[in-house]
């Protein structure tokens, strides 16, 4: 991988870290705030409505100016949702904000991954990528837990936090989130330019929309682009509900406190870097279409949980389910990304992608908390997202495999 790549690797750890750090730091403020458990994956919701809403602004934006500069102000308006929680702004406000950031930060982040590396070596940065994204998730989850678990014990945190707006030991956990965004900043600087010539961006927000509105159709109408695109939106609609489900399940089935909860959550994440890991070694973007199967089975999958009563079993379980994940996803967003520099602009094929998955991120936790208001068991819950994980890559397959086309992907002229 180049030098660049490296850089661009470690400010998006640190700005996942402080992510994941403050999403679990956001639900236990609901909770000192007596809000309703239900509210818990709104915040998921409210977060990625941003990806949705500024989809056809964020890819522009990416492929007009120099993408880390674009990382730079995004972590900026991250560490401003996290500052603004401090000052006792309500959580879904602070981390609807914290969205924006990360909806600006995303087609700028993947956009200079597909410019940094060549196209052989695509799957394998995308591993790695994947893998540091999924140490964010399991260490800032981790710290997460420490930060509204043992760290709000210290007589110094509750010091600290009388002295903010926020007047609870929470303040002391959202400092240190903040002081994360602030080195996430820092790392940007250090990214080098990727020497891709800038795109004119769209004169009016009616031309940016109609140019969206065209790369979707595009996308979506490419065998291997929409083929691509339409597993990654399931997936990353599914893993945002099972992050949720897995919350609760450790909860009811096990026992946990929201702290424990929140490290056995990591497990999946775990699972999830070493399949990428694997994925990214033995993977060849043209392979990609083969890990499809993969999809199913990992959906079939996901109701085991409720069989699982006892962490020795639960652990091995979880980490299982996250290797499929893993396994499966990389090489299929490396293959969307390639597709989509071949057919559109890297910022804004990512933002394509950006607004697919997150729109079903929104449908499957809005569904997943309307269910849950109504009082549906979380046994039914569970069956219902890996039966629809499993039917809908199933689907996805028998279109590709309706549609044949060559995979001619070394090419980095557009086809």
Known sequence: MTPGIGYLIAAQFVSGLADNALLIIAIARLSELGQSAWLAPLLK???????????????????????AWVMLGANGVKGLGCA?????????????????????Y?????GLVTELSPPAQLVQANGWLEVTTVGAIILGTALG????????????ARQLGRQLPVDTALGAAILVVLVLY????????????SGVRAH??????RALLLRFGQAQRTLWQDTLGGVSLGVTTLFWGAGATLQFVVLAWAQQNLGFSLSGAAYLQGLVAVGIGIGALMAGRWVALQQAPQVLPLGVLMGLAVPLLTLVHGVGVAAPLLATVGALA????????????????????????????????????LLMLGAYAALQAAGWPLVALVFTLGGFTAVGVALVMRRYRRSPQNLVLLKEKQP
């Open 84 to 104: 603004l929680m401090a000052l006792a702004l309500d959580p879904l406000l602070a981390f609807a904000l914290a969205g924006v950031g990360a909806a600006v």
């Open 45 to 67: 919701a409210v977060f990625t409505l941003a990806y949705v809403l500024l989809a056809p602004v964020v890819g522009a934006l990416a492929d007009r100016w120099p993408k």
């Open 106 to 110: 995303s087609p700028a982040k993947y």
């Open 326 to 361: 893993g396994f499966f996803v990389v090489p299929m967003n490396a293959l969307l990304q390639h597709r989509g520099q071949q057919l559109l602009g890297t910022g804004e094929s990512i933002a394509v992608q950006n607004f697919n998955e997150n729109l079903c991120v």
């Open 145 to 156: 837990g420490v930060l509204v678990g043992p760290l709000l014990q210290l007589d110094a």
């Open 200 to 205: 004119a961006i769209q004169p009016s927000l």
């Open 182 to 193: 602030v080195l996430a900043g820092a790392l940007n600087l250090l990214i080098p330019a």
